[in-house]
């Protein structure tokens, strides 16, 4: 995983839709099966926007500007449906989103405005991914084996997520879709 580096006094962040249960499980235990290393350090999600760093001191202009963004979107429903995969650019097989593309879409590009104004290193295309940076063989029992996989559900907010000094993805705050809220901490 390429991640940006940070100093002392600035927090890697990181903003997704959480994949909710039964499903979580399902794809992390299909990850960990697949050998990758970062399966139980990142919990399954639809990226909105990718490992960013900030300064501490920026962090609530973050969250307002998420709190906003999330103001002005509604709920909509997201289905994961087989597999594919971004090989040869990059060693990932993925969950395809096979519905609630255009609301991610929309999501990631009004996220990354703002205080999380930055340019993408390719183009924005949602997906839930269970296997990345493994041996080839790996990646090719990844794409069999999850090409039948399905799964929906209602999504009603997105996270901003904090990578510890651990290395673990943990969801710190909830920013509810088409709430009035700043948004719920997480416990």
């Known amino acids: ?24 499980t399902q794809l992390q235990d299909a990850r960990a099966r697949f050998g990758d290393p970062l399966a139980r350090s990142i ?5 909105l926007l990718g490992p960013t760093v900030l ?13 906003e963004v999330a103001s002005t979107a509604a709920p909509f429903r997201l289905h ?10 990059s060693p990932v097989v993925f969950v395809q989103v096979v519905e ?3 609301e991610c879409e929309h999501l990631e590009s009004a996220i990354r405005t703002g205080p999380l104004a930055q340019d993408l290193r390719f183009n924005y295309h949602p ?15 990844a794409f069999d084996q999850m090409a039948t996989y ?3 559900f209602d999504v009603a907010g997105f ?27 997480v416990s």
């Open 1 to 24: 995983m390429n991640l940006p580096e940070r100093e002392p006094h600035q927090v890697r962040i990181g903003i997704a839709i959480e994949v909710p249960e039964p499903f979580a």
């Open 43 to 47: 919990p399954p999600h639809v990226t």
């Open 55 to 67: 300064d501490r001191t920026a962090l609530d202009t973050a969250r307002a500007h998420l709190a």
């Open 80 to 89: 994961l449906r087989g597999s594919a995969t971004f090989r040869p650019v």
């Open 100 to 102: 609630g593309i255009a």
């Open 127 to 141: 997906h839930v991914t269970v296997a990345h940076e493994v041996p080839e063989a790996a990646l090719d029992a």
């Open 150 to 152: 399905d799964a929906q």
């Open 159 to 185: 996270s901003l997520y904090e990578h510890g000094d651990d290395g673990v993805w943990r969801p710190e705050q909830v920013f509810p879709l088409g709430a009035d809220a700043a948004g719920a901490t």
